[in-house]
């Protein structure tokens, strides 16, 4: 990959993670991305589903900052993400899923688990374009997380494929 194209994806992987636009990530920024997917699937805050959400959130954004906030001012700035997240979570993808896992699990229970606690990879679309995926991007990439197939998308799956994306090569 050449460097214009690591830059173009790290630039992607930040603004999914800037769900308000303003240039850097905070704590406001995860409870943007529970309440899109609260609203997208009808839920409320004050739900079951909605309190694990936002409690998920918090707990990613713990975990975010622990890894990139380096100068402790509960923001990440762009140059915080690359130079901390970014290489930090390349060479630790296990640490990365195990942060962001209450998330995506809460996310899946929101999006309309069945008791199996997978949900179809259109579901999946849908919560992945109400966190700002393009349409085209968002059925490409829900269609690709059902790795095995068989029409229906798990917990594990999501957080594989989560990591794989923000684990960018260089
Ligand atoms: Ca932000
Ligand atoms: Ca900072």
């Not at 899923?97 to 949900?119: K, M, N, Q, S, Y």
């Not at 997380?145 to 989560?162: I, K, M």
Request: proline fraction near 3%; aromatic fraction near 8%; include cysteine.
């Amino acid at each position: 990959m050449d460097s214009a194209e690591y830059e173009r994806r790290i630039a992607a992987r930040f603004a999914t993670f800037d769900q308000d636009g303003n240039g850097y990530i905070s704590r406001e920024d995860f409870s943007t991305a529970a309440a899109a997917l609260c609203a997208e699937f009808d839920a409320t805050a004050r739900s079951e589903k909605g309190q694990a959400l936002y409690i998920g959130a918090e707990a990613f954004w713990q975990g975010m900052a622990g890894i990139a906030d380096r100068d402790g001012d509960q923001r990440i700035t762009r140059d915080e993400f690359v130079g901390g997240a970014v290489k930090r979570l390349r060479d630790n993808p296990e640490r990365f899923a195990e942060i962001a896992r209450p998330f995506l699990h809460a996310a899946i229970g929101v999006a309309g688990a069945g008791t199996d606690g997978t949900v179809a990879p259109a579901e999946a679309g849908r919560a992945l374009k109400a966190l700002g995926v393009p349409e085209d991007v968002a059925t490409a990439v829900a269609d690709a997380l059902d790795a095995d197939g068989d029409g229906r998308v798990s917990e594990q799956e999501v957080v594989t494929a989560f990591a794989q994306y923000f684990t960018v090569p260089e």
